[in-house]
């Protein structure tokens, strides 16, 4: 089984930045999928970028394209997500998310990959 631990959320400002990481241990080789999933109050768990270790692929949601990256470091079991010029509406718990099998959904937000593993998660709010 894959361990996750999720660090880096907070309080920040509209317009500013923030970098989650979450730190992967146990049976890490079976996992080929690791992204984020997020969940704000009163609304549904939904993907928010992904990567894949078999073909490098990467996909977001469309509303934060262009404002959030997600990378991999896989000497350190480590994957990160940059979020710029965050808003409001990007107010939620993160969830960093893994599985071994790399399977695409299809949501009103574009694209999203299937997880069968989550860590506990950590709070970003986006607030004045």
């Known amino acids: 089984q894959v361990q996750l631990v999720e660090s880096g959320g907070g309080l920040v400002q509209p317009g500013g930045s923030l970098r989650l990481s979450c730190l992967a241990s146990?049976?890490?080789?079976?996992?080929?999928?690791i992204g984020w999933v997020r969940q704000a109050p009163g609304r549904e768990r939904e993907g928010v970028a992904c990567s894949a270790r078999s073909d490098g692929m990467t996909y977001y949601i469309d509303s934060v394209k262009g404002r959030f990256t997600i990378s991999r470091d896989n000497a350190k079991n480590t994957v990160y997500l940059q979020m710029n010029n965050l808003q409001p509406e990007d107010t939620a718990v993160y969830y960093c998310?893994?599985?071994?099998?790399?399977?695409?959904?299809?949501?009103?937000?574009?694209?999203?990959?299937?997880?069968?593993?989550w860590g506990q998660g950590t709070q970003v709010t986006v607030s004045s």
């Open positions: 146990g049976s890490t080789a079976d996992v080929d999928v």
């Open positions: 998310a893994t599985s071994a099998t790399y399977v695409l959904v299809t949501t009103p937000e574009g694209e999203s990959c299937e997880f069968d593993r």
